[in-house]
């Protein structure tokens, strides 16, 4: 029987499997009863768990039946978002305050359901390790991927090539969007200290007015994208945070500015952090305030290799209405990047249908589209068991 055949005969349990993650969203780190949920359900299909890595991360390893020594990764994320569902319908967050805004318990469960069906069909060679990641929207070192991977994931559960998908709202269900290369960007975080003595807000000439001088470190900042990077080398710059002052007459002694660089290339990556870093020197020359800078790399580009690139087309274009080879690249980070970092792998997108009336990432009113079901885990279930004769 076709995989997705066999798959679309379960569509309603993974629905349910979805409906009952969605009711019960975990933050990051903190997915215990989702982890519990995950663990059970793999070992109801007689398949190998091990819990605990990466904190609430689960993994689960399946041997085929076929001769061969691969083994593919697949890889879903679990956590949800702290963001105070706005939906009424029947599965909607019982979790005050925290919701699947991102889709991760579609991901979730489209990954059981692969790992359900290849369990039963055993059609394939060498193994197969699903990987449930923990705190993906916390991301950067501290998150799931990369500590998953510090507390030896890729020792315990060597993998040849992994694979991992992101719902895009705005793209049409049956639709999948694959390219080689970097598909999604680098994320690194600055915070910039300007500090002063502060002083009466009339008598500005008795000291430094670190107000001002935030004011032009912000517009000095757009200068590194506009004219410090190839413009065909996409960068984005952006002061995300700035606090300062609390009275209408203090010019306050500090003010703190926070911001994200996403990037492609390693070049506009280091260039922009030394932007940064010569932007404030001189400003803070030229102003007289004392100013510090802090950054930190957190994400690395996600890159997906040719050939694992290549193999996800081939897979997706047995399932998905149309295949997208060439979509725009996103500055959206993905920490799924951390595990692409040594791997040949690739990372795909599945849509969604359409993205109005709320059904965006991260808004209260987002909801997982339960008709991509069965394309994502026919999807997973083909790369495993690889081009069909
Ligand atoms: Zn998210
Ligand atoms: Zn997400």
Redesign the pocket.
Known sequence: MPISNRIAEFRDDMIRWRHHLHANPELSYQEHETAGFVAETLRANGIEVTEGIGGTGVIGVLHGSREGARSIGLRADMDA?AIEERNDFAHRSKNKGVMHA?GHDGHTAMLLGAARYLSETRNFAGQVVFIFQPA??MGGTDGGAARMIREGLFEKFPCDELYGLHNWPGMDIGTFAVKAGPMMASGDSFEITISSTGMHAAQPHKGVDVILTAGHIIVALQQISARNIDPLDAIVVSATQVHGGDAYNVLPNTVTIRGTVRAFSPTARKSAEMGVRRVVEGISLATGAQCDVSYLQQYPTLINADGAARSAELAASSVFNRVETNPSQTMIVEDFAFMLENHPGCYGWIGNGPDDNGRI??SAWYDFNDDAFFYGASFFAGLVEGPRS
Do not use: D
């Open positions: 978002l991102c993906e929207e990432l991260h």
